[in-house]
């Protein structure tokens, strides 16, 4: 049998949870960006969560975790650096692994799961909001 003989017969289609559902995940990837194609200043980390729930399999979710650039200004600084904080809580993430993304991967928490059907990406899960031991 070549590579090229794929059974396309068995393939299962991943599902999306519905809006609002609290979600156990697990980070199975990350991918760090610094500077865009552009050569643009951009200072993230994709991050790909598998959701760990009955009934899956699940469509995995795709977010980004933003670090402060050199051009934001005060507000934007402060609300990544807030949002950082609350993702490091949710994954149990200790301060000094915040600047090694590859450390995260395996690490895992809670979340509040959205739903949205995009003309370009089609239905997929977002995560709306992290959940914070303790909150």
């Known amino acids: 049998m070549s590579w090229l003989d794929v059974n396309m017969g068995d393939i299962v289609d991943p599902k999306c949870l519905g809006d609002g559902t609290e979600v156990q995940f697990q980070i199975v990837g990350v991918e760090q960006v610094g ?4 050569g643009e ?4 980390v994709k991050v790909e969560l598998e959701l760990l729930a009955e009934g899956g399999p699940w469509q995995n979710v795709i977010t980004f975790v933003n670090f402060p650039r050199s051009t934001d200004d005060g507000t934007k600084v402060n609300n990544k650096k807030r949002m950082l904080r609350d993702f490091a809580k949710a994954i149990d993430l200790p301060q000094e692994m915040i ?3 590859d450390s ?3 690490k895992g928490g809670y979340g509040i799961v959205g739903f949205e059907d995009d003309p370009n990406f089609g239905k997929r899960n977002t ?3 992290y959940l ?3 909150a």
């Open 127 to 129: 995560i709306k909001r």
């Open 41 to 44: 200043e951009k200072n993230y």
């Open 99 to 101: 600047s090694q993304p």
């Open 104 to 106: 995260w991967v395996g």
């Open 132 to 134: 914070t031991p303790g």
């Open 35 to 38: 500077v865009n194609a552009k």
